[in-house]
């Protein structure tokens, strides 16, 4: 079992939309959790960043943590054009630091 | 604010050539790292440094090797380089060892081994 999971999309929605994106984790030990934006041809750039199981907000940004599930959300409102990046959720933990596979997402005007 | 440097972004290699990546931080970390970043794989770790004069092994460490040359600057290097080598290259850096909110990338380097 991989220790992190998170669906690669692509994810493409229209501009306004409500998006969700999603990741699955195995070890226990992570206690840190955060949501990374990588733009075409940038390197990731931390956008959230949390550490206990429930809602974190920033302007139309949402990180959901469900330690019991082990299961973390990021949440987009009124999405925008700029947006459209690829997103990595990462795990910190015993000394590690894990990333998903990222999820790309467009959104479209 | 430079932040993580870079170079070269984009290069081609023959297969079995080397070359060396350069990495600099201006930001006083002690921790810095080279990704490497493939589709469909996310970012694995090829090698890291947790404070200056150390390294380790990461994820993915065979056919490469690195030096922490100061506390700004951390190489990479392919003696001999492989297709399976074609990648995209983050170097990063951070206050502490896998420190999550304290990372910083690179903008990447585009190399190709035909």
């Known amino acids: 079992q991989k220790e992190v999971e998170q669906d690669p999309g692509p994810l493409s929605v229209p501009e306004g939309a409500i998006v969700s994106l999603n990741c699955t984790y195995s070890?226990?030990?992570?206690?840190?959790f955060m949501w990374y934006r990588q733009y075409s041809r940038k390197g990731p750039e931390l956008l959230m960043y949390?550490?206990?199981?429930g809602n974190k907000e920033d302007g139309r940004f949402t990180a959901q943590v469900d330690k019991s599930s082990k299961y973390i959300s990021l949440f987009i409102r009124d999405s925008q054009p700029s947006d459209s990046a690829t997103y990595l959720c990462?795990?910190?933990?015993?000394?590690?630091?894990?990333f998903g596979q990222g999820t790309r997402l467009t959104i479209n005007p | 604010n430079a932040g993580v440097t870079q170079t070269p972004k984009f290069q081609v290699l023959k297969t079995g050539q080397s070359m060396t990546l350069q990495c600099a931080q201006d930001?006083?970390?002690?921790?810095m790292y080279w990704y490497r970043q493939d589709p469909g794989m996310g970012l694995r770790l090829i090698y890291y440094?947790?404070?200056?004069?150390?390294?380790d092994k990461g994820e993915v460490p065979n056919g490469y090797n690195v030096s922490r040359l100061n506390k700004r600057e951390f190489s990479l290097r392919l003696e001999s380089a492989a297709p399976s080598q074609t990648s995209v290259y983050f170097c990063?850096?951070?206050?502490?060892?896998?420190?999550?909110?304290?990372?910083?990338f690179g903008e990447g380097s585009w190399l190709t081994v035909v």
């Open positions: 070890n226990s030990a992570f206690q840190y």
């Open positions: 990462a795990f910190q933990g015993a000394q590690k630091l894990v």
């Open positions: 990063a850096s951070s206050e502490a060892p896998a420190s999550g909110n304290t990372i910083y």
């Open positions: 930001m006083n970390h002690n921790s």
């Open positions: 949390t550490y206990s199981s």
């Open positions: 440094s947790a404070s200056e004069g150390t390294t």
